[in-house]
C-alpha cells in the first residue's frame, strides 16, 4: 500500500525505493472450508483489514474507562471491566438511528449527552427532567432517555 504521512519516517530502505509500504500478516488460515477463493493472499489480507473494526471499538472502549486498569485487586477490575462494558454498550444502543451520534466518539457523547444543561425535581411523587429548548441536543438526548426508560427493571 501506500505510506501515509504517518508512516513516511519509519520506512526502510526498500519501501523509500519502490514508494510502496509493505507489511507482514501471520497467520495459520490456509483455506476456509466452503468458501471459494479463502486460499488467496488478497483474500487473507481483506480478513486481515476487517479486524479494524473490532481495534476501533477496543479503542473507544478504553476511551470509556478501560484505561484506568489494572488494579491491584482482581475483583476490582473484573467489576471495572463490566461497567465499562455496559458504559460502551449503552452508548452503542442509546445513539442507535440518529444520523448526527452514530459514529461520534466517547468526548463528543460527554459533551452532548451527558453534560447536560437540565433540571430534574420532583413533584408529587414524579421525577420530571426539564431541558432547554435552545439545547442543540435536546431531542437527542430524549430519545436517548425514552430508550433507557423502555430497558426492563433488573431483579
Known sequence: MRPSARHAKKLTALEQATGWRYQIVATNITRLHRLAGSHHPQWLDALH?????????????????????????????QGWVLTCNIAADLSCWTRHD???????????????????????TTHARQRRLSIPDTWPWADAFTLCWQRLNTLPTAT
Open 49 to 77: 483489514r476487517s479486524h479494524a473494526g473490532v481495534e476501533n471499538r477496543v479503542r473507544t472502549n478504553k476511551a470509556m474507562g478501560l484505561n484506568n486498569l489494572p488494579s491491584n485487586d482482581w475483583t476490582v477490575n
Open 98 to 120: 440518529q444520523p448526527d451520534l452514530a459514529h461520534a466518539e466517547p468526548e463528543t457523547l460527554r459533551y452532548r449527552l451527558l453534560h447536560l444543561p437540565a433540571e430534574l
